[in-house]
């Protein structure tokens, strides 16, 4: 059974940073590519962060550029959102979520985790 | 940037068949996948690839993707389908894809 359970999440100031983590068990974890996806308070889906099987190819939403980055460490089985410069429109609900290829930029998302919740305030 | 567009909200009585569209600058080009998310829960996944369904998905769950329009369809609606439903696709357009969500439409059963 496929299980991906995030950490890391909590409430921090505005300008401070943040690390989440996400172990992934159930499957071969280098084969697949993974995701960060967050969800704000009552609104919708919005992709955050990409990073493929073998870390070689990484995406990041606009929204985000400059200030987080996506790592994974296939050894330990695990995902990594590294959030610094945080701001509020960062609250969030945060998906740890896996790929259905090897690749982040295409194919769907087939796996979610429950989510770590982030608030950015002061 | 790829934007897609949905329906805020779609109504249907139980039995009947709801349509869920998802446009986009000719998305008939892309492959447009579908999340159904129930309050409370995860996202999952109920279609990939314009049409395939996941394993445990019902086969009352289709969709189909033409033109500048994608559709989910569900028939025979049940109680339990009432949930927010979105698309995605990649956007290629850059050196670095990035995956494009819908608003998000939500179904009610009435």
């Known amino acids: 059974e496929v299980q991906l359970v995030e950490s890391g999440g909590g409430l921090v100031q505005p300008g401070r940073s943040l690390r989440l983590s996400c172990a992934a068990s159930?499957?071969?974890?280098?084969?697949?590519?993974m995701h960060w996806v967050r969800q704000a308070p009552g609104k919708g889906l919005e992709w955050v962060s990409g990073?493929?099987?073998?870390?070689?190819?990484?995406g990041y939403a606009d929204s985000v550029k400059g200030r987080f980055t996506i790592s994974r460490d296939n050894a330990k089985n695990s995902l990594y959102l590294q959030m610094n410069s945080l701001r509020a429109e960062d609250t969030a609900l945060y998906y740890c979520?896996?790929?259905?290829?090897?690749?982040?930029?295409?194919?769907?998302?087939?796996?979610w985790g429950q989510g770590t919740l982030v608030t950015v305030s002061s | 940037s790829y934007v897609l567009t949905q329906p805020p909200s779609v109504s249907v009585a139980p039995g009947q068949t709801a349509r869920i569209t998802c446009g986009g600058n000719n998305i008939g080009s892309k492959s447009v996948h579908w999340y159904q998310q129930k309050p409370g829960q995860a996202p999952v996944l109920v279609v990939y690839d314009d049409s395939d369904r996941p394993s445990g998905i019902p086969e009352r769950f289709s969709g189909s993707n033409s033109g500048n329009t994608a559709t989910l369809t569900i028939s025979r609606v049940e109680a339990g389908d009432e949930a927010d439903y979105y698309c995605q696709v990649w956007d290629s357009s850059s050196d670095h894809p990035g995956a494009v969500f819908g608003g998000g439409t939500k179904l009610t059963v009435l």
């Open positions: 990073i493929s099987w073998n870390s070689g190819s990484i």
């Open positions: 979520a896996k790929a259905r290829t090897y690749s982040y930029g295409q194919g769907p998302v087939d796996y």
């Open positions: 159930g499957f071969t974890f280098d084969d697949y590519a």
